[in-house]
């Protein structure tokens, strides 16, 4: 088992291997009260074109089966319920898809062991049948037609559509009424094979833990499963124009404020690693400088009347893609798009204020300190990070070495007209 100590933040991780090539990383938190676990798999929606397991042809898989599989995983040979066992050993456990993961997780205050086995079994005995596939098409369905009907769900898959020409990303996670309709059992399993070997996995526990029982019960688990060397998955992503597909998109809905969206979409992808971390923590950080609530721009927007307290602001990278989103509620998408460009053009011909960036610097490293005490935030962007071959807690000193040069690169590099977009749900 290998320890890593991070001085700064007075922390120290564990990992430990196992021959299956799972990794296993442990947070030992003596002062938490719960102990908080993800089981995940490097797979997402974006995921949906690939060489199976033992095969050799291309397959292109339906959109949504990633997030179609994650729910089936729930289903136990005997037909009980992981949630029930959860709850009878004082646990609450879920799940999620992303673009680019798929994880499960619990939280508990005791019978820690218990759950963390009930959590590596479930995830790693598939019992799903051709009736339970087709009874779940019409539950993921209705789930479709729930964020359809959603507004903010609406706005931000509109701007993200409105960005990529013909990448999976522009696909909503579920899928479509269409496209799960063709999923099957045996599309399932394919993809089940395919991406959950323990290889393409990670299991990350943090709590009040001692790590060399972690790995004692990992390890007994394991050895009681089989599974074969796998090489590395073989996965196909379309070739994406760095411009946007499209300027400005608008949905009709029935709401009672309207809704606007900026964003820009990243031109440079494929970065890993401390590349990766550094430029998204320095988009995070401009966005920071320009929308942040302590800004004289937050505040003129808000007296303006364009703005109110549903205004965010965003930027995700991974490897394959990148973008920020900008916006929230308005009486006014038109004027509200119009004036978040103009100030982000006024920054793009200025000069960055050191002060400014040395405030929204210290604004980003306290946010992060309070999220680090949280034991969900931890467990889901350690996994996160580590996928992308970073590790969580370089955050803060990465983001304390950021230079007003790097920044201004960036500013004109992310922030270029090519790559803008807007999107509006507005009243019908």
Known sequence: MEKQVFDQLQETAYHHKLKNGLQVYILPKKNFNKTFATFTTNYGSIDNHFIPLNQSDWKKVPDGIAHFLEHKMFEKPDGGDVFQDFGKQGASTNAFTSFTRTAYLFSSTSQVMENLS??????????????????????????????????????????????????????????????????????????????????????????????????????????????????????????????????????????????????????????????????????QLLLELMFGRGTENYKALIDEGLIDESFSFEYSEEYQFGFSAIGGNTEDPEKLSQRLKEIIDDYKTGILDEEAVERARKKRIGSMLRALNSPEYIANQFTRYKFNSMDLFDLIPTLEELTIEGLNQTLQEHFHDDAFTKCAVIKK
């Not at 005995?125 to 009736?131: G, K, L, R, S």
């Open 118 to 283: 009930t959590l590596i079994d479930f995830v790693q005995t598939p019992a799903f049948t051709e009736e339970s596939v087709e009874k779940e098409k019409g539950i993921i369905g209705q789930e479709i037609r729930m964020y359809s009907d959603t507004p903010d769900w609406r706005v931000y898959f509109g701007l993200i559509e409105n960005m990529y020409h013909q990448h999976p990303i522009k696909i909503d996670i579920a899928g479509t009424i269409e496209s799960i309709s063709h999923i099957t059992k045996e599309l399932l399993l394919d993809c089940y094979k395919t991406f959950y070997h323990p290889s393409n996995m990670l299991l990350f526990i943090v709590g009040p833990v001692d790590p060399d029982d972690i790995v004692t019960l990992v390890e007994k688990n394991q050895s009681k499963k089989e599974y074969t060397d796998q090489q590395p998955i073989e996965r196909q992503y379309p070739d994406e124009p760095k411009s946007v597909a499209k300027k400005e998109s608008t949905v009709k809905m029935g709401v009672q404020t309207p809704k606007c969206l900026v964003g820009f979409k990243e031109r440079d992808i494929h970065r890993s690693g401390s590349d990766l971390m550094k430029h998204e923590l320095s988009v």
